[in-house]
């Protein structure tokens, strides 16, 4: 493992001026700085979600370089994650060069994250389009991801436009942001405008959305030229553009200077005061993972009934998620419950109370268990 | 550890003549041979419940080791194990000689078990009184049991009867067989005649017995002098003396000997069948601890309810049976469960189906699962 030299942090160049070259670059920069306490005990602060091999044999992180691969091959994908997290994230894909892999100094949210690595990216890749990510989400299809995200690529080129990729919902979620949408674009093949970013709905909100098919869930895919999302910043989050100045000028004071950027994220500080944003509807099977819930119910079911992940045996045990990272899990008898077992420690819970679990690491933080933080 | 070297296994001597000395030697047979498949996952084969610290930092064969102390010391105490658990069985106990570890070639149940440790004995201890005891009880008032197990002694060498130390039943339980109590013995305190054995009552007879004040629990704890046992076994057990004696005459074949031998307890060969058993009753908060859920009823209630071993965390949850054995067992909004966690298998189920771990044990059996067993 890499140490985390000063070289890994974050170096910035100033933005360059008009491209140079006709072609234009495709670039990918996949924001794995995230943490999150709903998938403990087998995430945790030095091993966040993305990392975790949940549904698969290989992280979501690397599933979502894999995914890009034939359109975006690894030479090309960048990776915005935190100093602490950056060690583990170059392990994971040997792939990916380290001068690739920005370490912020803190987590400032992605907003931040966003604008400072497009900084850092040579200008060719600046100018050219770029597309973001999230490190922890899910793709059944990734053929159909692939395709939306060509076609976002060619649009954002073509009309340079900001495009998201907004996910046709499936039911009426109320934990996710929408993107209500007007006409298509002319001449923009599956492309529609988006009218405004609508925040979590209530329930009835998000069932009209569900009924209209006017509404994506806001994925927080985004594709643009990077020089066009930087003058976004500047009209629109004025004090993060004078924060990224300053940062510019002073490269020696990096590491303070970037822990007083304001910590917001790229929609509500840039996205959603967009004109002119256009979208294209995912169906590719994504899904956020937001839950052990939400695990379970895209694992495959064995013949008891049970999703599991890892070595486990259940009997007379029906609609468990029995998760090993290690060892065995067995189940007499229960039903419902999310059972989760890793190299030191087990979480025991209802599936409906998938969301609680956060309750669990306030209690170990409260108690100063670091060690299982 | 030391290895099994062939000088472990019994040595048998043959019965000696009268008592040659006046003073009555005070010896304890405790018998650590048994396995079984209710504490899994924390019980293996190599690792059966007496070897475990369930109730408390001490494994169950400790702590009858200790109970004995002050009455019995560890120079006057002899264990009856398997070739398999010598070695664990004398790695607990460095106060107790290796040549006291008596190593069953292979389990033949109580009766061999018994009969041979006695024939493994020096002549003194086998003419003095001897009380047999399991390994894996649990007691929560020592010196009670001592005060009983005294008045057993006495009374063994008084009136060279077999006496019984039984439960006083505190429910109607159907899974223990009972004691059924004549008249006092005359001149014999606390010492009442047994009339006869009763296997497993159904619970309306279990009701009865508990009602009478006639019957108690046979926890499977004797006093008797040695020879008056083996004289009872050459009256009632003639295939198992037959064999005894075979064994005697063949110290070069004992391993295959010892396996011939017929497999059966000590109750159904012998102390059924006892004319002038007495018995004492023990009021000392035994338990046999058969299960997880008796485990969980003598385990002290944590402050939301729950009854814990090891590190264990819980919000929302009750009347759990939180057991780590390693790690830490986190519970959220689960109630009446028993989870246990040991260093390579986790199980969950009801407090209520405890009776059914084995079935865990049986599915792991069939799949081949050797290193779980």
Redesign the interface.
Known sequence: MPSLARGHILRFRAPAGAPSRPIVERTALILAGGSGTRFW?ASRRARPKQLLALDADRSLLAQTVDRLGPLVPPERVWLSTTAALASAVTAQLPGIARERVLAEPAGRNTAPAIAASLLAMPAAARQGVVAVLPSDHRVADPEAFRAALAAAFDAAERFDRIVALGVTPRWPETGFGYLELGAGLPDGGALREVIRFREKPDRATAEAFLASGRHLWNAGIFVFRGTRLLEEIARHAPELAAGLERLAGEPERAEELYAELPSISIDFAVMEHVQGMAAIALDCGWDDLGSWQALYEVLPADAAGNRTHGQA?A?EATGNLLF?D?????????SD?I?V?T????????RE?AQ??R??VE??EA?G?RD?L
């Open positions: 005990p045996v009997v090993a290690q060892g065995l899990v067995a189940a007499l008898g229960v419950l059972v077992r190299g030191d420690a087990v979480l025991v819970a209802p109370r609680e679990v309750r669990i209690r170990l108690a268990r299982l």
